[in-house]
């Protein structure tokens, strides 16, 4: 694009201005999955305060210390905090555009997401034989909306995580994936901040109380 100035003389040399492609303004992406994450905060905050609320009413239903394996959750505690490391070592390899290493650390990070899913439902099952199901008091309502509501989003984390994985096989690490892996990074270190909480309130306090 060129613009000619109309105050030059007749045989003054026109003065040009080129702009060889559009001004960049940003993508959107990122500032929308902020809002994305504020608004889940919000549902955890509300989730998180029906628990603190109604978390002692039992109503004659098994209690969470007679039922908790603290030491299974423990585990699958770990198995979220490490996976938290592993995709920080997969965003290094993403900066440094080493593909095979990026998914490697994806790879492992996935597998790790798994286990803390694979030790939930376990979990969940066991509760429900025992007889600590959602309806048998509000307290264990509460739980498995808090919980439960977490594990959904680590389940919808690693689907991306898959998704993300066959795309940078296919595609490379262009621009836009690794916007799509930087915003799959804030969602996953937001879950492992939101799960520290729920270990807290939820297990540490039932095994106690």
């Known amino acids: 694009m060129s613009a000619v100035n109309p105050a030059a003389g007749h045989g003054d ?7 060889r492609e559009e001004p960049h303004h940003g993508s959107p992406t990122l500032l929308g999955f902020w809002i994305y994450l504020m608004s889940d905060c919000l549902i955890f905050a509300v989730l998180f305060a029906t628990r603190a609320v109604v978390g002692a009413n039992y109503a004659g239903s098994p209690l969470p210390k007679d039922l908790f ?5 423990m585990v699958s505690t770990f198995a979220l905090l490490f996976s938290s490391i592993t995709y920080g070592f997969a965003v290094l390899k993403m900066q440094d555009d080493d593909v095979d290493a990026m998914l490697k650390w994806l790879a492992i990070t996935g597998v790790l997401g798994a286990i803390f899913i ?3 439902l376990y979990e969940f099952n066991h509760l429900i034989h ?14 498995y909306a808090l919980v ?5 989003h680590v389940t919808f984390g690693l689907l991306w995580l898959v998704v993300l994985m066959v795309q940078a096989k296919q595609f490379g690490l262009t621009v836009a994936n690794k916007r799509r892996l930087l915003c799959l990074s804030m969602f996953w270190h937001f879950l492992d901040l939101v799960w520290l909480g ?4 939820v297990y540490l306090t ?3 109380l």
């Open 69 to 73: 394996d603290i030491e299974l959750i």
């Open 206 to 208: 039932g095994v106690l």
């Open 198 to 201: 729920v270990y807290s309130l």
């Open 130 to 143: 025992a007889g600590a199901t959602p309806q048998s008091s509000a307290s264990w309502s509460s739980f």
């Open 148 to 152: 439960g509501t977490h594990g959904l």
């Open 13 to 19: 040399i026109a003065a040009e201005f080129h702009v």
């Open 118 to 120: 694979g030790i939930e």
